[in-house]
Nanobody
Framework: QVQLVESGGGLVQAGGSLRLSCAASGRTVSNGAMAWFHQAPGKEREFVAA????????YYADSVKGRFTISRDNAKNTVYLQMNSLKPEDTAVYYC????????????????WGQGTQVTVSS
């Protein structure tokens, strides 16, 4: 079993930055992909970014390309999401996800999920 704990969310003004962290414990996920998804009020959960186990492959949703960067430190079992140039439409609960296989962008492909951290961007 894998436990994922997100941190780093909060309230920020439009144009600002936040860095989310997701610490994994339990069974190692160093050989699997990790990802971030978000869910805004009244909307379905959406893919944000994913990273392969080596960090060599990353995927991003079109809406965050050029603004967000996903990275990971396998020695610390932690994945990060650096969010720059934040917009009010980025407001959502952000979830970390992990799987023990190769990179994927669909939520159904991920086996483990964190509880989420709220990100609110004011205009």
């Amino acid at each position: 079993q894998v436990q994922l704990v997100e941190s780093g969310g909060g309230l920020v003004q439009a144009g600002g930055s936040l860095r989310l962290s997701c610490a994994a414990s339990g069974r190692t996920v160093s050989n699997g992909a990790m990802a971030w998804f978000h869910q805004a009020p009244g909307k379905e959960r959406e893919f944000v970014a994913a990273i392969s186990w080596s960090g060599g492959t990353t995927y991003y949703a079109d809406s965050v390309k050029g603004r967000f960067t996903i990275s990971r430190d396998n020695a610390k079992n932690t994945v990060y999401l650096q969010m720059n140039s934040l917009k009010p439409e980025d407001t959502a609960v952000y979830y970390c996800a992990a799987r023990t296989r190769r990179i994927a962008t669909m939520g159904v492909d991920y086996d483990y999920w964190g509880q989420g951290t709220q990100v609110t961007v004011s205009s």
